[in-house]
């Protein structure tokens, strides 16, 4: 039956990582609580604890869907991603000079997020249809185009970060499905000139972004002000820290954005080296026991599947930090289970759930 | 039927990307440890400086308290604007407000923000008014890097009266800021030292210990809560030996002339009254002065800045003649009753000297050469003394050299003599310049503070004081040195007194007499051209010639001795005695113009 659970999937549950995703994101309602406590919204926590009840709900509902299932409706998910961005771009309210947001029964959703999902799962089907040993660049060109559209719609909005997202999602995929080192090689080098001919597209406040990353005292009050804060805010919390709502540079408000993409750096403020250690290992948990379920997986489509998840996952974790360490530019990218924000809460959940789903099946049929 | 699809490919590929996995993270770890353990001091420091803001607390200065425990200076509470540039965000949007909200030039203000030290407040308004702090209270939430502190403001109640010896306030210098005095006090540009008269030699003193608090700001720059605070030391009071009373009496006898005078305690070398004029106001030096002011000020001919008492050098005139005649009979050349002839001129060594009475003086002793200011008596004595025993007489009554007051920038003077002569001027000496020296003109030239010290000194009993101005410090008297005796026998001060008593008996100086007070002084007039041009061209203000009056009272156990010099007064006699007369009066409680012929022989000639 379709939809029904298998008494072999409660056994093949990953506890491990389903524990890992949830103490994840209670660390990040801790986190959120920080930033917000003494601020205008002091409730925020709250909501996010709500919205990760919400999540795990999803996620259940994810893990109990059989992938297969949803990959059968794979074009019809990449259809729908379309017609919604193209409806975000149309319709959406204009909020902090982007298109991102549309309003849902009073609630704020980012569809981008869900896009992620669904090219998963539509980029995992297409590669699982493959069935020759090694792929060359053209065989990935069709699907390349397909996600190519997606991530393009999601830059207009504008939101660079999410639709860098699609690239590692893409390339992993790719990778696991056989596509030859020179060609994986080539196709880096593809986007990297892509990256470069968008340089004079970008907007100003973009490329500022990029200078001042490179040279953050060229404006230390505007642009260069986030990656400054942030790396005060991560130095001066030491090897154990400033303590729980102890750390000046985010209860003061010097932090900027810190309930959101730079919640890791009050982390990194209040729990010290210790404390950023214990996280990244459990990210790093999380993001083992994804691909570990990958090559578990019974067939080509799961793996693929949880790959482009742990794809976009792991390129998210590791550039959101990355940033809060001013090792990369600035990049509105939130920490998946981590930061405030309904959708990428709920993404990052269903995420998990899809890669339960695929370990829960493994010995099905 | 199960279908097991061939996953090597996939799972060998999987392996690759749980390393790259393993390595990013590893990367991030490292550079969380390089900033986190090994540069964790470093990000410390800047989220301190981002949260803690210094509040300077400053000290009062110290009062400046009279011999009575009258207040002489003193601080009024004042408010001033200060600005952390670093604080704002928007420093342009916060320069323009905030000239609005003050009403003054967005240039000044700029111009003052160009002069600070990274994470100081930089003062923007000093002594603000009750408009502009309620204006600026009125926007404290746009204008959250901007703040009101209560500072104390120097203020000189006298204003301009004995403005020279109290000094001045004013901003501290680029090079003070390297000397060694003003480090490691917290000064910044913008710190107010002493800059004059007591107030800068006491500045250490006075100063006492800023304070400060260290205030947690959140990031709009408002306080959350205090962290550190330490009070401020009030500076300890000085008290000064000027009588205030007697201060006023001798600016008012000063009103509409240029000049200075000075009182002393004789014996103890005590200042009771200084005065230099034209003076200044201190108070307009309290917040800064402008550079027009200043400049108004510090080019103005009359030079107010000066303080003329011990900055100002004059030729003595007749006033030297106290010192020629100790010297004389110290030396042996004269006795009190050795008489010249005085036919109005000396003609000597090719020269014809003249004596200030046409017609002569006829046979003078000592006594009336003194009190009659005879040039004739004195360049015979000159003549006898020669140059060197009279600079070495001069010398040793203080001549030539700073008396040592507790003021900055006092000057010596100079007592001419040969060697001075060859070494500067690289010319010899001629015998003709002696005589010139012995009435006081010539190269010879003293401050009236010197000029004051000889009369204290006749006064005393030949003792040199060292003149000063603090008593005590914070209640505790300041010791003195003890004046020495510079070896003058007491028969020779004697005699000089009495000349001094005739000269205001029956002399010179008659215009200086009190009813009931008997006053010991000696006349002067410094030449400022000479005698033949000031008689072709009279009635130019500027070529008459300063008038002097040094004076002691009583003359028997003597309490006050004083110099008075009116610039371009004419003769002492008729300048300076009527001034120190005034002063001498209200010393003692006297009052009423004196009256000539009041005392038998008065001779009312010119006298020089």
């Known amino acids: 039956m379709a939809g029904g659970i298998d008494r072999r999937f409660v056994y093949n549950v990953d506890w491990v990582l389903l524990g890992t995703a949830l103490a994840l994101a209670l660390v990040g309602v801790a986190m959120v609580y920080s930033a917000t406590h003494s601020g205008r919204s002091p409730d925020l926590y709250l909501k996010q604890l709500a919205l990760v009840g919400v999540g795990t709900l999803g996620l259940v509902a994810a893990a109990t869907v059989d992938y297969r299932r949803l990959a059968d409706r794979a074009v019809l998910l990449y259809a729908l991603s379309v017609v919604a961005l193209l409806y975000v771009l149309r319709f959406a309210p204009v909020i902090a000079g982007t298109r991102r947001w549309v309003v849902i029964g009073g609630f704020q959703l980012q569809p981008s997020e869900l896009v992620k999902l669904a090219a998963a799962i539509f980029v995992a089907k297409v590669f699982a249809e493959f069935r020759q040993e090694t792929l060359g660049l053209r065989d990935v060109f069709v699907p390349g185009a397909a996600v190519a559209l997606l991530a393009l719609l999601i830059a207009r909005e504008p939101d660079l970060g999410t639709a860098a997202c699609l690239v590692p999602l893409f390339l992993s995929v790719a990778f696991l499905a056989g596509l030859r080192m020179r060609a994986v090689l080539g196709l880096a080098a593809v986007m990297l000139l892509l990256a470069a001919l968008t340089w004079p597209f970008l907007k100003d406040y973009q490329k500022t972004r990029i200078y001042t990353f490179l040279d953050p005292s060229l404006d230390p009050r505007g642009a260069g002000y986030q990656k400054i804060q942030s790396q005060i805010a991560v130095g001066s919390g030491g090897l154990v820290g400033r303590g729980f709502l102890e750390g000046s540079q985010a209860q003061l408000g010097y932090l900027p954005a810190r309930h959101t993409d730079f919640v890791f750096s009050v982390l990194a403020e209040e729990a010290g080296f210790v404390g950023v250690v214990v996280v990244l290992g459990l990210y790093l948990l999380v993001l083992w026991r994804m691909l570990e379920t990958a090559r578990l997986a019974r067939d080509r489509l799961g793996a693929f599947l949880v790959a482009g998840l742990a794809g976009s996952f792991g390129f998210q974790v590791v550039y959101n930090v990355a940033m809060v360490a001013g090792l990369v530019p600035v990049k509105g990218l939130p920490l998946p289970l981590m930061s405030y924000g309904g959708s990428s809460v709920l993404s990052s959940l269903i995420g998990v759930g899809l890669v339960l789903s695929v370990r829960g099946r493994r010995f099905a049929n | ?608």
């Open chain 2, 1 to 608: 039927m199960r279908i097991y699809e061939d996953l090597r490919v996939v799972q060998a590929r999987l392996a690759v990307l749980q390393a790259l996995a393993v390595a990013l993270v590893a990367l991030l770890v490292i550079q969380f440890w390089n900033l986190q353990v090994i540069r964790a001091r470093h990000f410390r420091d800047l989220a301190e400086n981002n949260r803690s803001r210094l509040v300077i607390l400053a000290a009062p200065r110290g009062a400046l308290l009279d011999r009575e425990g009258q207040v002489l200076v003193d601080n009024r509470p004042s408010f001033n604007v200060v600005l952390v540039p670093e604080h704002a965000v928007d420093l342009d949007r916060v320069v323009t407000r905030l000239a609005a909200t003050l009403g003054m030039g967005e240039a000044t203000l700029r111009e003052r923000l160009a002069r600070r030290q990274p994470y100081r407040p930089v003062v923007v308004k000093t002594d603000a008014s009750l408009a502009d702090v309620a204006a600026l209270e009125a926007r404290r939430l746009e204008l959250p890097e901007v703040s009101v502190e209560v500072v104390p403001l120097r203020s000189y109640p006298l204003a301009s009266a004995a403005a020279h010896a109290l000094g001045r306030v004013g901003e501290i210098t680029e090079r003070q800021l390297e000397l060694a005095e003003f480090r490691g006090k917290g000064l910044a540009p913008g710190s107010l030292v002493g800059q004059a008269g007591i107030e800068s030699r006491y500045n250490r003193d006075l100063m006492g210990r800023d304070g400060f608090r260290r205030v947690i700001v959140n990031s709009r720059g408002l306080e959350v809560t205090e962290a550190d605070r330490q009070a401020p030391e009030d500076g300890p009071s000085l008290t000064l030996s000027i009588d205030a009373s007697l201060q006023a009496a001798v600016e008012k006898a000063f009103e509409g002339r240029a000049g200075a005078a000075v009182a002393l305690d004789p014996e103890t070398g005590e200042v009771l009254a200084m005065t230099s004029t034209p003076a200044y106001d201190p108070n307009k030096f309290t917040t800064g002065i402008d550079a027009s002011s200043w400049a108004s000020l510090a080019q103005d001919p009359e030079t107010p800045l000066m303080n003329r008492v011990i900055q100002g050098t004059y030729a003595p005139g007749s006033a030297f003649k106290l010192v020629a005649a100790t010297a004389a009979l110290e030396e042996g050349v004269i006795t009190p009753s050795t008489t010249f002839y005085c036919p109005g001129y000396l003609a000597v060594y090719n020269t014809v000297f003249r004596c200030a009475k046409p017609g002569g003086h006829g046979v003078m002793d000592l006594r009336h050469a003194i009190a009659r200011s005879c040039n004739v008596y004195f360049y015979q004595v000159g003549i006898r003394l020669e140059i060197g025993r009279l600079a070495k007489w001069a010398k040793l009554m203080g001549l030539g050299a700073p008396t040592g007051i507790d003021l900055p920038s006092e000057v010596g003077g100079l007592m001419p003599s040969p060697e001075w002569k060859m070494r500067i001027l690289k010319t010899p000496w001629y015998a003709g310049e002696t005589v010139s020296v012995a009435i006081g003109q010539g190269q010879v030239s003293a401050t009236p503070l010197q000029m004051a010290r000889i009369a204290a000194l006749i006064a005393n009993g030949g003792r040199l004081v060292r003149p000063h101005l603090v008593r005590a410090t914070a209640g505790r008297p300041v010791g003195g040195d003890t004046p020495v005796s510079i070896g003058i026998r007491p028969e020779t001060l004697a005699v000089v007194a009495d000349g001094m008593r005739m000269v205001v008996a029956e002399g010179t100086g008659w215009r200086a007499r009190l009813s009931s007070v008997e006053v010991c002084g000696k006349t002067g007039s410094a030449q400022v051209v000479a005698k033949s041009r000031l008689e072709r061209t009279p009635g130019i203000h500027e070529l008459l010639p300063h008038g002097w009056f040094l004076a002691f009272a009583p003359a028997d156990h003597p309490r006050i001795a004083l110099a008075v010099l009116v610039e371009h007064g004419g003769s002492g006699g008729e300048a300076a005695a009527p001034v120190a007369r005034q002063i001498l009066a209200h010393f003692f409680g006297l009052d009423r113009p004196a009256s000539p012929g009041a005392a038998g022989v008065v001779d009312t000639e010119a006298e020089d």
